[in-house]
């Protein structure tokens, strides 16, 4: 999944945007572990909104994001979620700039990483403790994932205990 992502993120490059990698592909590679990741989550310039925001106006740039992943094969399934598929593999787009103020994590903190001549930002342990704590109360995601976001949780907290 993290090639199709640094597939994805060159072309967003390209148009002049640097993608953040969120999500569980996300985390795998700042923890080196296998998060049995089943979509891949990127986050790109948005309304800080976040979801108050109309789903048209939410992601900036959709019309040339929409464009790319038709381009690479992917199908637009879900407007409001901004999620298309590709051979089974779902990609969802959420915004960058509701970050702050979902979770507390700002922009400018966020680490550019650099593979294969990709730019991406990739938050740090405890940017992702901060995210998923943050996630863990959503309603949608508690009756979908909290089993797994208190995984996640539960398992930075007990690494950052013993790195501080």
């Given at each position: ?8 993120a060159n ?71 901004h999620e ?81």
């Amino acid at each position: 999944m993290y090639q199709v992502f640094l597939e994805i993120a060159n072309e967003l490059n390209d148009i002049g945007i640097t993608p953040l990698l969120m999500g569980s592909v996300g985390l795998e590679r700042r923890t080196g572990r296998d998060w049995q990741a089943r979509d891949i989550d990127i986050h790109v310039p948005s309304d800080p909104r976040g979801w108050a925001a109309p789903d048209e106006g939410r992601i900036y740039h959709f019309n040339e994001l929409n464009a790319i992943m038709e381009k690479l094969g992917f199908q637009l399934v879900d407007r409001h979620e901004h999620e298309f598929q590709r051979d089974g593999l779902s990609v969802e787009f959420g915004g960058l700039h509701s970050l702050p103020s979902f979770a507390g994590v700002a922009l400018d903190e966020l680490e550019e990483v650099v593979d294969q001549g990709v730019h991406y930002y990739l938050p740090n342990l405890e940017q992702y403790l901060k995210i998923y704590q943050a996630s863990s109360k959503d309603s949608y995601r508690a009756e979908n994932n909290n089993r797994k976001d208190f995984a996640k949780i539960d398992y930075l907290a007990e690494i950052l205990k013993y790195s501080n």
